[in-house]
């Protein structure tokens, strides 16, 4: 287990670099927390720093939105939060974004806890008294 903390914004991208040093293999990183915490904040520093060019955004209606960096390397974002059962990410073909060996950030992982992968990061956003985020990140 390893944590991060985030103190202020402007310290965001230098964390999501820390990040992305620390965990070089893993590709999928499923995002816990409360609604407002910072998950798609944190997705998009991350996306920065891979260097992507596409607008970063939350997928809420659309479940899933894909990337691509100049490198044509791609990253798929997806927010489950409007799933209602797990079935409906079998119909949007989920095995074959998570098995693709491409970078994916999963907000609302726990809608599909039972089809979540081996060998991902979980990311758990907690904000802390004093406004901080603290990051706690874990290898499943």
């Known amino acids: ?56 955004n939350s997928p809420s209606f659309a479940i899933v939105n894909e990337y691509h960096n100049i490198d044509n390397d791609i990253v798929y974002h997806f927010d489950f939060y409007r799933l209602k059962e797990e079935e409906e990410a079998y119909d949007m073909g989920y095995e074959d974004y998570l098995y693709s060996g491409n970078y994916c950030m999963i907000e609302w992982p726990e809608k599909i806890a039972s089809l979540l992968p081996d060998g991902r990061l979980d990311l758990h956003i907690t904000e802390e008294s004093d406004g901080r985020r603290k990051l706690t990140v874990e290898k499943q």
């Open 1 to 56: 287990m390893n944590t991060f903390y985030i103190d202020s914004l402007e310290q965001i991208d230098d964390v999501a670099k820390a990040f992305l040093a620390q965990y070089t293999n893993e590709r999928v990183i499923a995002f816990y927390g409360e609604m407002g915490v910072g998950k798609t904040t944190f997705i998009k520093a991350i996306c920065k720093a891979l260097q992507i060019n596409d607008t970063v």
